[in-house]
């Protein structure tokens, strides 16, 4: 079980280290929302590249629900980068908790459409 949970925090690290590219692109021309799309696509490949651990992950929750304090606090940490990256770009006031509850929020569904899309498939609707 302790081999579980190391993957899942190798897995994790795996991911954060994607994460710097996106304060990287606060001094970018691009418009915002077009690097906020190609973010939120990188995320979603890198989820999808790793479909059978997102399914280990549920098996092990079955099991043990505190492998989804990991999973949580790495939402926080992305809602956090996402809202600072805002900040940085002039988008949004100076943060208070509120908007960044806000942003942790918005990443925690973004992060639970993909995992159940990658658990019980697209569709049909």
Do not use: C
């Amino acid at each position: 079980e302790h081999d579980r949970f190391h993957e899942v925090d190798q897995n994790l690290a795996e991911a954060r280290a994607m994460l710097p590219r996106l304060m990287d692109a606060v001094d970018s021309p691009l418009p915002t929302e077009e690097i906020l799309y190609r973010f939120v696509r990188a995320t979603v490949r890198y989820m999808l590249r790793e479909t059978g651990f997102q399914r280990a992950l549920f098996d092990i929750s079955l099991k043990d629900r505190r492998v989804w304090r990991q999973q949580q606090d790495h939402h926080q940490y992305v809602g956090d980068m996402l809202i600072d990256f805002l900040v940085a770009r002039k988008e949004l006031p100076a943060a208070d908790e509120a908007l960044r509850y806000r942003g942790r929020f918005a990443m925690r569904v973004v992060f639970g459409v993909v995992q159940t899309l990658l658990l019980i498939g697209p569709g049909p609707y």
